[in-house]
């Protein structure tokens, strides 16, 4: 889901909320799309589908329980 900045204080009748100027919310890709062609947002950071989906691969993998113990034991 992209960061996007209000240009403009405007009402979000989908989030049901005031969007003051200067706010950075974040927006599905279709409703990023929808306000920045209305020109009341401006796009801040884009967040690749890549980056949402979480890799068991490159999670940090917790020390053993062999690897704590004393070698002298």
Known sequence: MPKVKALYHFLDKVA???RMQGDVFDVS???AKELEKAGI???VEA???AELKTDAKNEPKRPSKKA???PKE
């Open 16 to 18: 049901c909320r005031n």
């Open 29 to 31: 890709e279709e409703r």
């Open 41 to 43: 947002v401006a796009l």
């Open 47 to 49: 967040k690749p589908k």
């Open 68 to 70: 704590n113990k004393d």
